[in-house]
Structure formats: structure tokens, C-alpha cells
Nanobody, 124 residues
Framework: QLQLAESGGDLVQPGGSLRLSCAVS????????VGWFRRAPGKEREGVAC????????HYADSVKGRFTISRDGAGNTVHLQMNSLEPEDTGVYYC?????????????????WGQGTQVTVSS
């Protein structure tokens, strides 16, 4: 069974950077497309960035374009989210999720396997 585990969340000042990682066990992410989602305080879970299994298709939420970059390693077992120029509005729990289907939108309902999340707090 595919299992995902996020890491890298931290407390950071506005304008700072963080790099989140999503590691897989029980299978390999080479067979999955992967997304990063976040749940801000008092808000619903939203798609942040998604990437296809070969890395050729990427999607970013309008609010993070130019600041966040999603990538996956050559071994296919780790996906990263590089977050630069962080803002207080980026605060929330960040989740890694995967889907075996090749047709998807970067929305939570399209993804079937989920990690437990990592906390990102942007505050001075």
C-alpha cells in the first residue's frame, strides 16, 4: 500500500524560504502523479502545486506562481516543494498526495493517497 510522509515544515519569517519533501514507502511514486495541498486556518484544503509522473506537466495555484516550485527526483521516490518569498497567507498544514490516474486537475478530490501533513508557519 502506498504511504506518503511529508517533512520540512517550520516556522519562518515573511520573505523566507522552505523546502518540503514527500517520501514514499510501500510502492514507488514513478507510477503516480503527485500534488501538494494546504489547509490554512479556517479555510478548506486547496491545491498548491501538482506534477505528472514524468515531470512534464505542472500546475500551480495563482497565489504561488513565481514563488513555489514543485519537482521530483530521478529515482521517483521523492517529490519536493521549494517555497520562496513566503507570506503569512502561506501559513497552513501542507499535504502531499498521489494519484495513479494520468488525467487529473490539481484539486483534492482527484487524489487518492495522502500523507498526514507538515505545518508551515510564516510569521515575524
Amino acid at each position: 500500500q502506498l504511504q506518503l510522509a511529508e517533512s520540512g515544515g517550520d516556522l519562518v519569517q515573511p520573505g523566507g524560504s522552505l523546502r518540503l519533501s514527500c517520501a514514499v514507502s510501500g510502492s514507488t511514486l514513478v507510477y503516480y502523479d503527485v500534488g501538494w495541498f494546504r489547509r490554512a486556518p479556517g479555510k478548506e484544503r486547496e491545491g498548491v502545486a501538482c506534477i505528472s509522473r514524468n515531470g512534464g506537466r505542472r500546475h500551480y495555484a495563482d497565489s504561488v506562481k513565481g514563488r513555489f516550485t514543485i519537482s521530483r527526483d530521478g529515482a521517483g521516490n521523492t517529490v519536493h516543494l521549494q517555497m520562496n518569498s513566503l507570506e503569512p497567507e502561506d501559513t497552513g498544514v501542507y499535504y502531499c498526495a498521489a494519484v495513479s490516474r494520468t488525467s487529473w486537475s490539481c484539486v483534492a478530490i482527484d487524489f487518492t493517497s495522502w500523507g498526514q501533513g507538515t505545518q508551515v508557519t510564516v510569521s515575524s
